[in-house]
């Protein structure tokens, strides 16, 4: 699947170690300007990256929930949305987790569960930019840069 990454990184391969939320995101075009142009406005020089995916079993119907580093509010749009029991057992364990300075970080404790249950990324309704579909990679070796622009 071709799709479209924004950035203010120079890289040659994605590496989920930069990434702010333990997810990679992609979508349109337009949506990966649009999200461009609200960057742009920090003074920051973005760059667009024409991407292939592969994404075969995505958890999809998913809300934009914003801050896809919350473990609560991933836990809350999983259960709002999806009928596979096992998303529904992992989400109601990490309803309520609390977020403690540990060592671990609960959100990505959620995505490796899931992950673990056959799921490679997360389909999802992108309200901050144009309300079109966009794709959460589990792995950086889902994505290959095709081209930048």
């Not at 990256?49 to 580093?69: A, F, Q, R």
């Not at 671990?104 to 490796?112: I, N």
């Not at 997360?122 to 889902?142: D, H, K, L, P, V």
Request: net charge negative.
């Amino acid at each position: 699947m071709i799709v479209w990454h924004g950035t203010p990184n120079k890289f040659q391969e994605f590496d989920l170690r930069f990434s702010d939320d333990g997810f990679i995101h992609f979508g349109s075009f337009s949506q990966a300007r649009e999200r461009l142009e609200k960057i742009s406005e920090s003074g920051q020089e973005w760059i667009l990256l024409k991407c292939e995916i592969s994404i075969n079993n995505p958890v999809t119907d998913m809300p934009d929930i914003g801050d896809w580093s919350d473990h609560q509010l991933l836990a809350e749009a999983i259960l709002d949305t999806q009928t596979d029991d096992g998303l529904r057992e992992i989400a109601k364990r990490y309803l309520n987790k609390p977020y403690r300075f540990t060592g671990t970080d609960p959100c990505l404790e959620m995505k490796v569960e899931i992950e673990a249950l056959g799921f490679d990324g997360i389909i999802y309704s992108n309200t901050a930019e144009g309300g079109c579909e966009s794709y959460a990679i589990f792995n950086a070796e889902q994505a290959r840069i095709l081209s930048r622009i």
